[in-house]
């Protein structure tokens, strides 16, 4: 069974940056595609970004194109997202996804004040 334990969230203030991990434990982490998703309060949940198994191709929700940058490292079995000129609205739960399986981790909280 797989796992993920995503890390990296927190507090920030807004134009500020966070960097997200996701480790991935107990599959084949190099041969799955990976993404990001957020539920902000109140909302539904959205995909954030995705990056296939060999991380050639990536993809992003619009309001995140241009601030955020999703990557991830097959050898160390960990996806990242970096969030860049952060904003109250990226305020969410974020989760990492592994596409392909379909397991979930357990999510971690960002909060971006003004």
């Known amino acids: 069974q797989v796992q993920l334990v995503e890390s990296g969230g927190g507090l920030v203030q807004a134009g500020g940056s966070l960097r997200l991990s996701c480790a991935a434990s107990g599959g084949t982490f190099s041969s799955t595609n990976m993404g990001w998703y957020r539920r902000a309060p109140g909302k539904e949940r959205e995909l954030v970004a995705s990056?296939?198994?060999?991380?050639?191709?990536?993809y992003y929700a619009v309001a995140m194109r241009g601030r955020f940058t999703i990557s991830r490292d097959n050898a160390k079995n960990t996806a990242y997202l970096q969030m860049n000129s952060l904003k109250p609205e990226d305020t969410a739960i974020y989760y990492c996804?592994?596409?392909?399986?379909?397991?979930w981790g357990q999510g971690t909280q960002d909060t971006v004040s003004t």
């Open positions: 990056i296939s198994w060999n991380g050639g191709t990536t």
């Open positions: 996804h592994a596409i392909s399986d379909g397991y």
